[in-house]
């Protein structure tokens, strides 16, 4: 049998964005009932895992428990969402809690469809096969690059939109680095199967990366194919070519594997998504197309824009600004211009720190080039983004925004 409860304020997610918005709306005057639905144990810092599969720290420091973060005020609801009901101003649990609520923020994060590439979870942590993105494979990454001794690296690039569209060439470059400074880089072939036309969405970093990292380290890029099989006992993966069809088998010794990715199950099936299945918000306001009392923010949300951190940071005063004016009975007037980051890790010590917007078009925090690698770039998101996360995101406090 199922119990209902009411809160003035629900926030769908534990991650970067629904915790940050949750501490700024307790903070502000118009809201001091807040709920956050999430039913995940820990919290996961998840740009460090480019640096855990490269060897360069421990996959502990990535993590934190989930009561440590709940900012003190906020009910934390230790249950997941399984249906919406917009039209009443209700949700429903896996656990049978009904949840009625004033206002709504959805924030569940990315899915990782493992399952979509076939073989693939077989496969993962054994016959070469890695992945970054979860905390249980991310080792698995740095164990095959140790134990690289020549032959095929393959790293892939699935159809976005994913986590931090960067990541994959991160890991990449990384492992580059890795096999040269080891003597192995003769050896050794660096193929990068690309499900996009080009290296990077934003091109004034892609000219940068081809200028300056995949030309002169010659690593051969293969775009328009696409991941869709693992053949782990014969080390073999079939990709498909995305304009042909044509499949082609390639031989690996070592693979990295990005899946595929998409809104959750439960935001799909509900009300609330577009027809491809995001939270369906207006891309400068992040107020629900439809429902008024409603707003989108983070990965699983329909603004066209990179999935990562650094966009919440841009997103969430502008839903807190905006949230809080339809509380008080105004229109929403703030504005989000699509402001994200991606700091390329492009070799130990090395880095380009890419921000840009909607236009794709460079909005750099810094007085200099940022499309040249830099080994002070490396050490911010090296030493200090991580603690800009824990102390100022999550807990929804302002800062200049480089990254993230």
Known sequence: MSSRIHHQLVVIGGGAAGLGVAARMLRGAQCNDVAIIEPSEHHFYQPLWTLVGGGVIGREASRKPMAELIPAGAKWIRD????????????????GLEVEYEYLVVAPGLQ??????????EALGKNGVCSNYSYDTVESTWQNIRGFKGGNAIFTFPPPPIKCAGAPQKIMYLAEDYFRKQGLR??????????????????HYAEALNRQVVGPR?????????????????KEAVFRNTESGEEVVQSYDMIHVVPPMSAPDFVKQSPLANEAGWVDVNKETLQHSRFSNVFGIGDASSLPTSKTAAAVRAQAPVLEANLSAVMRGQQPEARYDGYTSCPLVTGYGKLIL?????????????????????WSMYQLKRYVLPVIYWKGLLRGYQWPRPGA
Not at 112 to 121: M, S, V
Not at 218 to 227: A, C, F, G, M, Q
């Open 80 to 95: 997941a969402v399984i249906e919406f009901r917009p039209e009443q101003n209700l949700l429903r649990t896996r656990d």
């Open 112 to 121: 990782i469809d493992w399952d979509k590439i076939d073989g693939l979870p």
């Open 186 to 203: 003769d050896k050794s072939n660096v193929i990068y199967y690309c499900a996009t036309p080009s290296i990077f969405s934003a091109p």
């Open 218 to 234: 010659n690593i051969d890029v293969r775009y328009k194919h696409n991941l869709v099989a693992i053949r782990g006992e014969a």
């Open 354 to 374: 890419a921000e840009f917007d909607y236009d794709l078009k460079p909005c750099e925090t810094f007085p200099f080039d940022q499309s040249k690698e830099r």
